[in-house]
């Protein structure tokens, strides 16, 4: 924190600063801890909740029950193609990516 | 010798460079400050009709707190690094995640995704910048709120915030998102943060229930705009009605469009109408439902004569009306007397509810749009020419019958020049009409691309040149909008950037301004 402050310091002066961390402080206490943040649960949820409106729905090329390799849908998820945008790993981290590729690949053996 | 940054931000040495980059992963975590190729993919691919270059950018900052955004605006003050901000980063058609200017540094708010507040009886919301549509639409659900959402057609994907920093619109009553937000948290480029409206006062509990505060307004200058990052963002949801009544009304001639924009104005300023009503060409309309290469091959924009087919194939009106009611049953069988009356007088329309329509697909997302459902539906725009390229045009005009003809004609007539199809449609906001249209190009195809970029700027020359504003454009052309609305909008845009943000490290570039 020390140093954060120098870097500040640096930027913008010495008063603005107390003023405003001083502000920032009262509202982060204010904030309500209990507030609702996002997680996915599993590759399913993630499929239901965003792969499914394209490639359920006639949008897409089906991919489920494939067998495509879990390196394609990877890449394909982190590049997009062509008209399907690409998602971030702050949308969809790594590890959330390999269990949502492994439910498109072998999504039957789990059911 | 080879830089180890796919880019660099204008004017910054890599020197510099390292250095922001070093004290950014000591604010963040390792894995939140992202600069190799591999990482930023997915920042990198846009619709638009250029090079990736020239909007890639040297890094992107997954932050999680205002105070984290804090230090990095000081950062970026001392080595004078911009970023662009980015909050569910789904921008399809305007730019999509990537920076405005190659070398910028994504400031990606996606982690930041916690819903603050829902309250039940005052109908309002306050998010963060990483919630999607389908989040909030899940905790509203789980939770039997009661609560419906207004979302744009990438809804359960996109999100509140950055729709409507960016003045996005949905189908529903609340569809005019910016009208429906109250109150932002914005940390500004000197650290400091703003609560707008009633937020700036200590002890108030009416941040997300009074718009306005006291003096002048502040929340605009916020949206479309480079002048703060917008942490917290709080807008109104619309308690579910009782009863909802989608419906069609298709048409079978252009002409009448005419007609049907004469008849909906007063409807729509009277409320009798709630929502914005879409008007949309049988070729906005055929992708759900048809493939183009059915119809026509070979290069050049589809013939009319093809188009005919495709209606009469696929039971389409050259025009279908998309409206709905919402209210009691009691209240939705009064006005849907006087839309049947006023839509039926001349004969040509043909009115479609749930019970004729309810297996159309197109009738089908369109209704779940008009209620806050989610769906991706409208993505089957980018199956009628494929190649994944795509770009809005969105000029606006008064909301009169006599604006529509010359301005599908001038349309139509560029698209034909450059070989691309009018994917159209009409939407009656209240007064106002926006004319949307998506530019549907083969971007794997560098000839169209090309065509795709000179038919876009003819469109804005065109369109401006009569008086047609654009609403929102895509980052390679929003120099040329701002420039189109005049020396002195542009000159308060820049005095105003100036004062807020003197090193100009807060998305230079956005809305043209710098
Ligand atoms: C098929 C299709 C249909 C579409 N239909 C619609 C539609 O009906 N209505 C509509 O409005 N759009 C539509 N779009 C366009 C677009 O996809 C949506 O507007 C989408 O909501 C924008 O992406 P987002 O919500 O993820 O916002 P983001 O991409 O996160 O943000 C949009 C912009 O807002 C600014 N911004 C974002 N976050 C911040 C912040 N925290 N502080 C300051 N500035 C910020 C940035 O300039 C950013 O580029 C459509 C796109 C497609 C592909």
Redesign the interface.
């Known amino acids: 924190m020390k140093?954060?402050i120098r870097?500040?310091i640096?930027?913008?002066g010495f008063m603005?600063?107390i003023?405003?961390l001083a502000?920032?402080w009262?509202?982060?206490a204010q904030?309500?801890n209990s507030?609702?943040?996002?997680r996915w649960k599993d590759g399913a949820e993630i499929y239901t909740?965003?792969c499914a409106?394209?490639h359920d729905?006639?949008?897409?090329p089906p991919i489920r029950n494939r067998k495509l390799p879990l390196d394609y849908i990877r890449n394909i998820v982190?590049?997009?193609?062509?008209?399907?945008?690409?998602?971030?790993?702050?949308?969809i981290n790594d590890e959330s990516l390999t269990k949502l590729a492994e439910f498109i690949s072998h999504q039957s053996s789990q059911h | 010798m080879a830089s180890k940054y796919i880019a660099l931000p204008k004017g910054v040495s890599e020197k510099d460079f390292d250095a922001a980059i070093n004290n950014f992963r000591k604010v963040l975590s390792d894995d939140a400050v992202l600069t190799s190729a591999e990482q930023l993919a997915p920042y990198i691919k846009t619709m638009m009709p250029v090079a990736d270059a020239e909007h890639t950018p040297s890094a992107a900052l997954l932050a999680t707190t205002v105070e984290q955004i804090q230090q990095i605006v000081a950062i970026c003050n001392q080595y004078k690094v911009p970023i662009w901000m980015i909050s569910t980063g789904k921008n399809l058609g305007y730019g999509s995640a990537a920076p405005a200017e190659r070398g910028q540094v994504v400031l990606d708010l996606k982690r930041m995704n916690r819903i603050l507040e829902v309250d039940k009886d005052l109908a309002f919301a306050l998010v963060e910048p990483g919630v999607t549509y389908q989040q909030l639409y899940d905790y509203i659900k789980e939770h039997k709120l009661g609560l419906w959402l207004s979302m744009p057609a990438p809804s359960a994907i996109a999100g509140p915030v950055g729709n409507t920093l960016d003045r996005g619109v949905g189908y529903t009553p609340y569809g005019e998102h910016f009208l429906f937000a109250c109150g932002m948290e914005v940390v500004l480029a000197n650290g400091e943060v703003l609560r707008t409206g009633m937020g700036s006062m200590p002890n108030s509990n009416t941040w997300q229930v009074f718009k306005w505060g006291y003096g002048p307004y502040l929340d605009g200058i916020f949206t479309q705009s480079n002048y703060g990052i917008v942490t917290k963002f709080g807008f109104w949801l619309m308690p579910e009605p009782p009863a909802f009544k989608p419906f069609v009304i298709q048409y079978q001639h252009e002409e009448d469009i005419v007609e049907i924009v004469e008849t909906i104005r007063p409807l729509r300023i009277s409320g009798v109408i709630p929502n914005a009503v879409v008007i949309a060409h049988a070729l906005y309309e055929a992708p759900v439902k048809a493939k183009r290469s059915d119809y026509v091959s070979g290069p050049g924009s589809i013939p009319d004569e093809a188009v005919d087919r495709i209606m009469k194939d696929h039971k389409l009106g050259i025009w279908n009306v998309y409206a709905a009611l919402y209210g009691t049953q009691e209240q939705i069988d009064v006005n849907w007397n006087i839309v049947t009356q006023a839509f039926g007088k001349s004969g040509k329309a043909k009115i479609l509810t749930e019970q004729e329509a309810a297996d159309d697909p197109a009738f089908v997302y369109r209704a779940k749009l008009m209620r806050g459902e989610m769906t991706l539906t409208e993505f089957s725009l980018y199956n009628w020419r494929g190649g994944g390229g795509s770009m809005w045009f969105a000029p606006v005009s008064q909301a009169r019958g006599s604006e529509t003809l010359k301005q599908m004609a001038l349309t139509k007539q560029i698209l034909a020049k450059y070989g691309l199809d009018y994917s159209g449609e009409f939407i009656v906001g209240m007064r106002d009409m926006h004319h949307i249209v998506d530019v549907l190009y083969d971007k794997t195809d560098p000839e169209q691309t090309k065509a795709a970029y000179q038919c876009f700027d003819e469109l804005l020359t065109e369109f401006s040149a009569r008086g047609y504003g654009t609403y929102r454009v895509n980052t390679a052309f929003m120099d040329k909008v701002a420039e189109t609305y005049g020396p002195v909008q542009r000159k308060v845009h820049k005095t105003l950037k100036k004062a807020l943000d003197p090193n100009g490290i807060i998305a230079p570039g956005k809305s043209g301004i710098r």
């Open positions: 140093e954060i870097n500040l640096v930027v913008f603005p600063i003023i405003f502000t920032t009262v509202w982060a904030e309500d507030a609702s943040s996002h909740k965003i409106y394209c729905a006639q949008v897409a982190r590049n997009g193609n062509r008209a399907m945008p690409a998602f971030r790993p702050s949308e």
